[in-house]
């Protein structure tokens, strides 16, 4: 069993920053990517940043958080995803998964059809 447990969500005003991590538990030998994916409401989940975990450099962002997102894995080797000129549209749940399959391509449009997922942790942007 893998555990994918998400942190660091809350509120925050347009063009604050906040930084969520992501904690995996369990039989992680054969994940091969993490991800931070997010839904808002009335929306499907969309990917937002995608990482390999084999220390290479290979890794995605979704258009729209492009230059003011990073993913990154820390020495602990949680996932972290860095948030920086948030703005309200970022508003949404983020989930982070744990996966066995990287996407063939890393267009930021990948939203895996099977993987680990936590319960996610909600963003909101407002003023």
């Known amino acids: 069993q893998v555990q994918v447990v998400e942190s660091g969500g809350g509120s925050v005003q347009p063009g604050g920053s906040l930084r969520l991590s992501c904690t995996v538990a369990g039989s992680t030998y054969n994940i091969n990517c993490m991800g931070w994916f997010r839904q808002a409401a009335g929306r499907e989940r969309e990917q937002v940043a995608v990482?390999?975990?084999?220390?290479?450099?290979?890794s995605s962002y979704a258009d729209s958080v492009a230059g003011r997102f990073t993913i990154s894995r820390d020495r602990a080797k949680n996932t972290v995803l860095d948030m920086n000129g948030l703005k309200p549209e970022d508003t949404a749940m983020y989930y982070c998964a744990a996966v066995i399959a990287c996407p063939s391509k890393y267009s930021g449009k990948w939203v895996p059809a099977f993987g680990y997922w936590g319960q996610g942790t909600q963003v909101t942007v407002s003023s």
């Open positions: 990482i390999a975990v084999d220390g290479g450099s290979r």
